[in-house]
């Protein structure tokens, strides 16, 4: 009997780490989960791992809370690498044909993706994923998998996605510090999207924006593949804060306020008087038109960093998958009517599907993605050692024949 996989993920965030433990169901399409936890974040900032030790410990916690829920020992997880430092950049590459018979093999791909890799970068910057975009083949384009046709010349373009190397390792240290192995670590703009998006949006043209609480990540969808992604350095904690600086009271209390009366911050202007009770023993009044005032200016901020950056690749209006919003502040209400208006587009909710019992919910976006990140990356490694055996084995047949 063939014992179903169990995979970890944990995604480190800003303002929680959330942790779940997954087991792939044998004759369903979807994922049983066992185990989760999720705890306030700490020595995370703008999406980037800046106190190693202390976030380690927060992994550790959330990770033995999941394993005791679950009732299964892990010793790896895959993990999301977040911040404003990540970079997309676009090359192309161009090789001729190595066989006589121009038949195209798995050798003439990996090379023409190497010449396409041919770029620069800073000592202190790194490539976390390259993914081809299409092949040409004789100047013949928009071609997918190019394995077995023929051609004399063979061409690529790819998007290559990559960060920074110090934030990498302290990622990556921390999770080591909480007495786990890193099984990889994979671009969180890219782990919402697997989670959320669907094959025909991916197809027609989309938008995943993710709203967490330091920052705004988004990624763009065509043809089937990453065309860009981007992160800002503003999120959720930017409204709390300008609350907390606009009614003056301290952060815990503007957080509050921002929880409690979050139908304000976009919705219709009201006049009504609220009262909040401090814990000093003081009380303040303030009318929820002020949250509006407070607010729109931070999320008019988000929209015109998506929109700058959707010029930049000519995608601001041309998107017909539309927008798929997403993270723990995508729950702010009234943001998807907001969302269609500044941006043009038709929008939906975006959360993670198919993985029970856990309900959906758009905070669980990232570590979800990073489940199914983990199994495609699985399953690749799984057929290449099916590759190789296989080839391995059509050589022992043939070294029977030669002398």
């Not at 990540?86 to 010449?115: H, K, N, P, T």
């Not at 509006?292 to 901020?301: D, F, G, N």
Request: contains cysteine; charged residues 30%; neutral net charge.
């Amino acid at each position: 009997m063939t014992k179903t996989p169990i995979i970890a993920a944990v995604d480190v965030g800003t303002g929680s780490v959330k942790a779940i433990i997954v087991q792939k169901q044998p004759e369903e399409t979807g994922f049983k989960v066992l185990g989760k936890s999720e705890n306030v974040s700490s020595g995370v900032r703008k999406g980037v791992v800046s106190d190693p030790d202390r976030v380690g410990r927060i992994i550790q916690t959330t990770m033995e809370e999941a394993k005791q829920e679950a009732g299964q020992e892990v010793e790896e997880v895959y993990a999301n690498i977040n911040g404003m430092h990540i970079f997309c950049l676009a090359s192309r590459g161009l090789i001729s044909v190595s066989r006589a018979d121009q038949e195209i093999a798995q050798e003439d791909v990996d090379r023409v993706i190497e010449a396409a890799k041919t770029f620069s970068l800073p000592p202190n910057k790194e490539i976390l994923e390259i993914i081809p975009r299409e092949y040409t083949i004789d100047k013949e384009g928009g071609i997918k998998d190019p394995l077995g046709l023929q051609g004399v010349r063979l061409e690529t373009e790819i998007v290559a996605v990559g960060g920074f190397v110090s934030y990498s390792r302290n990622l990556s240290q921390a999770i080591l510090s909480a007495n786990m192995q890193v099984s990889d670590l994979v671009l969180d703009p890219i782990a919402t999207a697997r989670a959320v998006l669907t094959a025909q949006e991916k197809e027609l043209g989309a938008l995943v924006v993710n709203f967490g609480a330091g920052t705004t990540g988004i990624s763009v969808y065509e043809d089937g593949n990453l065309l860009h992604t981007a992160v800002f350095p503003v999120g959720t904690n930017n409204i709390r804060n300008d609350i907390a600086i606009g009614l003056k009271v301290d952060v815990e209390t503007a957080e509050f306020i921002k929880n409690k009366f979050n139908s304000s911050i976009l919705g219709e202007k009201s006049t009504k008087k609220e009262r909040i009770k401090l814990t000093s023993g003081e009380e303040i009044s303030f009318k929820r038109n002020e949250l509006k005032k407070i607010a729109e200016p931070r999320i008019e901020e988000i929209f015109d960093a998506i929109q700058k950056e959707l010029k930049k690749i000519s995608k601001h209006k041309d998107l017909p998958g539309g927008v798929i919003l997403t993270g723990g502040g995508a729950k702010i209400p009234h943001l998807k009517e907001v969302t269609k208006k500044k941006l043009g587009l038709p929008c939906r909710m975006g959360a993670p599907r198919r993985f029970f019992p856990l309900e959906e919910d758009t905070s669980f976006s990232s570590v979800c993605g990073l489940i199914l990140c983990g199994m495609d990356l699985e399953e690749e490694e799984k057929q290449s050692m099916h590759l190789k055996g296989f080839l391995s084995k059509i050589k022992k047949f043939f070294k029977v024949f030669i002398p």
